[in-house]
Each structure stands twice: as structure tokens, then as C-alpha cells.
């Protein structure tokens, strides 16, 4: 079965840090790039970051852009989000996505999806 598990979301202070975590099984990992989005209550789902199959290329969203670090290990087949100097409006659903192929921060090119973890920053 292909399967897609966040882990890591929680509440913190702003300023704080958070690690995401997504676990993948079912599929060839390294097969895949793997990207990052955000949906906050009432908002479009969004791309926060994503990284190729080899983890040697990867892209971040400005706003997230030198506070967060997306990478991954492909003997364990996880993909981590480390998220520092957190902010209120950085609360959201996030989710972690796969596809084949090249990065992309697109929502529509992904095809399979985790069931998102809850990140809230408090101010």
C-alpha cells in the first residue's frame, strides 16, 4: 500500500522550532522528488519546499526561505522539514507530497499525498 505519514506537528511559541517528519512506504522513495505545502483555515494549499530524488536539488518559498530545511534520507525512506524561527502565520496543515520525475512546487503535479500534520504558532 502507498502510504504517506506526517509526524512532528505541534504547537510552539513563536520564535521557536519544530522538525516534520514523513514517513513514506508502498513505492521506490528514491524514485521520487518530494516537496512540502502549507494550507491555513480558509486559504489555498501551498508550496513550502521541495527536493529532488538525489536531494541535490531544492527549492524553498520565499517566505520560508532561511528558516526552514527540507531533506531527506533515502535508506530510511523519510523526508524531514526543519522549521526555525517559527512564526504565527506560519500555522497551517502541512502536508508531504511525491512524484516522479523533477521538483516542482506545484500542488497539481503531485500525485500522492500524506493526510497532513497540524503546525500552530502562537504569538
Known amino acids: 500500500e502507498v502510504q504517506l505519514v506526517e509526524s512532528g506537528g505541534g504547537l510552539v511559541q513563536a520564535g521557536g522550532s519544530l522538525r516534520l517528519s514523513c514517513e513514506v512506504s508502498g513505492f521506490t522513495f528514491d524514485q521520487n522528488a518530494v516537496a512540502w505545502f502549507r494550507q491555513a483555515p480558509g486559504k489555498e494549499r501551498q508550496g513550502v519546499s521541495c527536493?529532488?530524488?538525489?536531494?541535490?536539488?531544492?527549492y524553498y518559498q520565499d517566505s520560508v526561505r532561511g528558516r526552514f530545511t527540507v531533506s531527506r534520507d533515502n535508506t530510511k525512506n523519510t523526508a524531514d522539514l526543519q522549521m526555525h524561527g517559527l512564526k504565527p502565520e506560519d500555522t497551517a496543515v502541512y502536508f508531504c507530497?511525491?512524484?516522479?520525475?523533477?521538483?516542482?512546487?506545484?500542488?497539481?503535479?503531485?500525485?500522492?499525498w500524506g493526510r497532513g500534520t497540524q503546525v500552530t504558532v502562537s504569538s
Open positions: 507530497a511525491v512524484r516522479p520525475f523533477g521538483i516542482s512546487i506545484y500542488s497539481g503535479d503531485y500525485t500522492i
Open positions: 527536493l529532488s530524488r538525489n536531494g541535490q536539488n531544492r
